[in-house]
């Protein structure tokens, strides 16, 4: 199943930032937890039929184009932090948004709290310790993306990948 679920996060995340950033991705084989740059996070909680939080991980000069391509502004030298976190935490929603179904079904809902950022250092500490239930790394032009889907408890059986 986690095989399963680090594809679906991957396919999701990377048709997410093409689709709203032009940001063109590719998955690569998960080594380790090394990220070679500065970047920045931001996470999302969300309840329903199962609970827990998705956290992405941007290189931090890939934010800046994040926030152009996203928020269509002309003058990348003039987007302030704030702007581009922004766009962090839009695209963490949206790819939250569409992975939900994708693992439940259209037909659950969801209650998906705000975004936030998590750490403007790169930093990915889940309080309880837990592993996360998916993660993936998408290589971009600029940096990379790593995404960790961590889930409270089992995700039920008959939910996973939409066959309820």
Same mark, same amino acid.
């Given at each position: 199943?986690?095989?399963?679920?680090?594809?679906?996060?991957?396919?999701?995340?990377?048709?997410?930032?093409?689709?709203?950033?032009?940001?063109?991705?590719?998955?690569?084989?998960?080594?380790?937890?090394?990220?070679?740059?500065?970047?920045?996070? @931001?996470?999302?909680?969300? %309840?329903?039929?199962?609970? &827990?939080? *998705?956290?992405?991980? $941007?290189?931090?000069?890939? !934010? /800046?184009?994040?926030?152009?391509?996203?928020?269509?502004?002309?003058?990348?030298?003039?987007?302030?932090?704030?702007?581009?976190?922004? @766009?962090?935490?839009?695209? %963490?929603?949206?790819?939250? &948004?569409? *992975?939900?179904?994708? $693992?439940?079904?259209?037909? !659950? /809902?969801?209650?998906?709290?705000?975004?936030?950022?998590?750490?403007?250092?790169?930093?990915?500490?889940?309080?309880?310790?837990?592993?996360?239930?998916?993660?993936?790394?998408?290589?971009?032009?600029?940096?990379?993306?790593?995404?960790?889907?961590?889930?409270?408890?089992?995700?039920?059986?008959?939910?996973?990948?939409?066959?309820?």
């Amino acid at each position: 199943m986690k095989e399963q679920l680090n594809k679906e996060l991957s396919r999701v995340a990377g048709e997410s930032l093409e689709k709203l950033a032009f940001i063109f991705s590719f998955s690569e084989d998960w080594k380790d937890d090394t990220f070679p740059e500065p970047a920045a996070v @931001a996470s999302i909680s969300f %309840a329903g039929p199962f609970s &827990g939080k *998705l956290a992405v991980k $941007i290189s931090a000069r890939v !934010l /800046v184009e994040l926030a152009v391509n996203m928020l269509g502004i002309d003058d990348e030298e003039t987007v302030p932090p704030d702007q581009q976190y922004d @766009a962090l935490k839009e695209m %963490a929603n949206i790819i939250c &948004g569409n *992975l939900l179904p994708v $693992i439940a079904g259209e037909t !659950l /809902v969801f209650n998906i709290d705000a975004p936030k950022i998590y750490s403007k250092d790169g930093a990915i500490n889940n309080d309880d310790g837990r592993e996360p239930a998916a993660a993936t790394r998408l290589s971009l032009e600029d940096g990379q993306c790593d995404l960790f889907l961590f889930i409270d408890g089992p995700i039920p059986e008959e939910l996973v990948l939409g066959r309820a």
